[in-house]
């Protein structure tokens, strides 16, 4: 209804200035007063003035009777009862990132490990020499990092964690670290300058590989909620010796090769390895009496691989509406 009256009103102010205005028909009336006798003036001029007002009165009423429909119409659409109760704040969801941290987290804790914590804003010693990267050593170009002026970093990996929690707990422990990291490299669809990672570690004596493979093929059960198949490869990280990349079977062509695995059959999941002797010892432990295992993961890029989002920026960059998708 509102959205008729609206043209009906600007016809009738069409009408209005058409009777009444300046060049009006009654305008036009009044020019010809001069040709008229006084007593035909006087005449003429007291009917103009009638049908003048009678004009006004049934526009101005016309008028009225239109804005009230157009209001009314207009307070039907809008109105609301101010005494229903608010809806409340709409409920919110876990980042995918998030999501998979704490199906890790619970995993894990599960099966007797503990959740450790560190600074994110780390001195050199705990990011790098402790973990077997002293100052000349090439795998620091591999970590490029953002400096401070006072000689404290923004942490390249988790692993500083590590080396704290053997220094404050000792052997044996069972751990993992999840948390923020920062490198200083490009960014592309596979690389955030700021990131999630979760490393995880288990220092007891007579730990072997078989325990690596074992809580590893867990987890990448629980993460892709299926048996996985897995094999290592030899891969280089300072602070583990031997260290693996380990690579779970391609569970969209079973192995059988496709473009999702390069036809390889395989793909790269995450790094591990056994706890470098260095390391041990940098924690004030003896090598020779306690053995360990260790890896690490980005828990966004295993996000991408559980969702088949192809780019990790979506994940960081994205509006709410990308990521309602993914609510629980």
Wanted: net charge negative; glycine share 8%.
């Amino acid at each position: 209804v509102q959205t008729c009256a609206l043209p009906i009103l600007d016809a009738l102010e069409a009408i209005r200035v058409e009777a009444l205005g300046r060049k009006g028909k009654l305008a036009e009336v009044s020019k010809t007063f001069g040709k008229l006798t006084p007593e035909e003036r006087a005449s003429l001029g007291k009917l103009l003035n009638a049908v003048k007002q009678e004009l006004e009165s049934n526009l101005d009423a016309r008028k009225a009777a239109l804005e009230s429909v157009a209001l009314n119409a207009r307070l039907a659409s809008e109105w609301f009862d101010l005494t229903t109760p608010a809806p409340g704040i709409r409920p919110g969801h876990l980042h995918p990132v998030t999501q998979v941290q704490r199906e890790i987290e619970d995993l894990f804790v599960s099966l007797g490990f503990a959740i450790m914590d560190g600074p994110e804003v780390e001195q050199e010693y705990y990011n790098f020499d402790a973990l077997n990267i002293p100052p000349d050593h090439p795998a620091r170009d591999m970590q490029d990092t953002f400096w401070l002026k006072d000689g404290r970093l923004l942490r390249t990996h988790t692993s500083p964690v590590q080396i704290r929690a053997l220094e404050k707990l000792g052997a044996p422990l069972k751990m993992i670290a999840p948390g923020r990291v920062f490198r200083n490299e490009e960014v592309d669809p596979s690389h955030e300058h700021t990131f999630y990672q979760l490393e995880g570690m288990m220092v007891d004596r007579d730990v072997s590989v078989a325990h690596l493979i074992y809580f590893m093929k867990t987890l990448l059960s629980a993460i892709f909620h299926r048996e996985v198949t897995v094999r290592l490869r030899p891969g280089f990280f300072p602070f583990v010796e031997p260290g693996f990349e380990l690579d779970i079977q391609c569970l969209i062509c079973g192995g059988k090769g496709c473009p999702v695995c390069k036809q390889s059959g395989w793909v790269e999941i995450l790094g591990s390895g056994m706890v470098h002797p260095a390391v041990i010892e940098s924690a004030g432990l003896d090598s020779t009496r306690y053995t360990g295992w260790a890896f690490g993961l980005g828990p966004a890029r295993t996000a991408l691989a559980r969702h088949g989002i192809p780019d990790i920026r979506i994940l960081y960059d994205s509006d709410v509406r990308f990521l309602e998708q993914f609510a629980r």
